[in-house]
């Protein structure tokens, strides 16, 4: 589906933000270890989360809608051989998580996915995975992957990168370790995972950047899922840079591991403001009010970079229309991601008239540029590098045609929708 965006009028509205896909995501992978009856409440309904729900019933949970926002998981009967290869889709999330739980089972599992998928680096886990004595064969360490189930033992491991795709394999495995499971990370990645096995009773201890685990027997939950802050900051940062606009996005999460966002558009003179803040199923949830406003620049760097990783192609979108240059470094995993976000972003930003320079961690941008427009842009099978097109196609002089743009429907399919109830 290609689609054409023009210069918008004011933003203006109020509107909820989709559930967030990190806490889907574990909600259905760890309702699948207890052996009992978990409600969610508010689920994504992304293509990527529905890779990991499929799988999970594939693995022997049975699901029940109770209506279109609630859904039963019985795991009573699970976790047993597919009969079946398992498909992530397009789904990193899903088939690093996945990975840690299979590792120990006691069947074997073949894990594949999409075209995009099947290019993207699994050593980052399977490194670890191995080191705690799982057997797992793999195309120069990318899909598809077979899993030989065995019995794992815990270790100790330090891992080069803050990631909580790595944190949280390392913890399922550790689940199903004997003796005591440790990871260590640079900089403390999202914790969604570390929150939510502690509330289903996981033998858990959390210090700094460690986190220790034992084998443990997980106890079914009710999980309401909050809002997603990374589909938020589409919508935060249009609201910043479309003139005149004031927008209000409610039921957001704002866990601390997550709120970078807020954190830099704020030191960027962003009129951002938290509402009705409040606790729901262990995650810290605002209201976000933003207006239009002169940003100006700012460096991103060292240990904010976890907190925000997937937010940068869109933080970029805003830079180039920030007074001065604003520096990001230390992203490289940014290149693997769906696709090279780094050498994405650069690429279509210029076609659209930004001052925008790649570096091998991230990108040197100078603002403030008037974007032209008139042009098509590609979303490199990548939802992120599609939705960040849109927004600044909201600002171009003339309108653009963003290719491919169904892409957007792996994390955000209700993108679009939201958008028409703010512009008029």
């Known amino acids: 589906m290609d689609i054409k965006v023009e210069k918008s009028k004011p933003l203006k509205g109020i509107i909820e933000i989709p559930s967030d896909k990190s806490i ?19 689920f994504s309904k992304g293509a990527d989360c529905m890779s990991t729900l499929k799988i999970i019933e594939n693995l022997g949970c049975s699901t029940k809608y109770l209506n279109e926002k609630e859904l039963i998981i019985n795991a009573e009967n699970a976790l047993i051989a597919p009969n079946k290869k398992l498909d992530c889709g397009n789904s990193g999330t899903t088939t690093r998580l996945i990975m840690g739980i ?37 195309n120069d360490y990318k899909l598809p992957i077979k899993i030989t189930g065995k019995p794992l033992k815990g270790i100790n491991y330090i891992s080069p990168l803050a990631s909580a795709q790595v944190k949280s394999c390392v913890l399922l495995a550790g689940l199903n370790a004997d003796g005591a499971t440790s990871f260590t990370e640079p900089y403390k990645s999202r914790n969604h995972t570390e929150l939510m096995l502690e509330a289903m009773g996981a033998d858990l201890t959390i210090s700094d950047n460690k986190v220790i685990i034992k084998k443990s027997q997980l106890h079914p939950l009710e999980t309401i899922v909050c809002g997603d802050i990374s589909s938020a900051a589409f919508f935060m940062i249009a609201g910043l840079i479309v003139p005149d606009s004031e927008i209000t996005l409610t039921n957001v999460g704002i866990n601390e591991t997550r709120s970078g966002i807020i954190d830099v558009l704020k030191s960027m003179n962003a009129d951002i403001e938290l509402l009705n803040e409040r606790t729901i199923s262990n995650e810290k949830i605002a209201d976000i009010k933003v207006r239009y406003s002169k940003l100006k620049s700012t460096q991103i760097e060292g240990a904010i970079i976890p907190r925000l990783i997937d937010e940068l192609p869109i933080i970029a979108v805003a830079a180039t229309q920030a007074e001065g240059t604003t520096i990001i470094k230390d992203a490289q995993d940014l290149r693997n991601k769906e696709a090279d976000r780094i050498t994405a972003i650069t690429t279509e930003l210029n076609k659209l008239g930004a001052n925008i320079q790649e570096t091998s961690d991230g990108w040197i941008i100078n603002g403030r540029s008037e974007l032209t427009g008139d042009c098509e842009i590609e979303c490199y099978h990548d939802h992120r590098i599609a939705m960040s097109a849109y927004i600044a196609g909201l600002i171009c002089k003339k309108p653009i045609k963003i290719n491919e743009f169904q892409w957007v429907n792996i994390s955000f399919p209700e993108f679009l929708s939201l958008f028409n109830k703010i512009t008029y």
């Not at 259905?28 to 052996?35: G, N, Y």
Request: glycine share 8%; net charge positive.
């Open 102 to 138: 299979l590792a120990g089972q006691n069947f074997n599992t073949e894990l594949f996915g999409d075209e995009s998928l099947s290019k993207r680096p699994m050593k980052r886990v399977i490194t670890p995975l191995e080191l705690m004595g799982a057997e797992l064969i793999h």
């Open 24 to 42: 889907t995501h574990r909600a259905f992978m760890f309702s699948a270890l207890t052996k009992g009856k978990c409600k969610i409440t508010n």
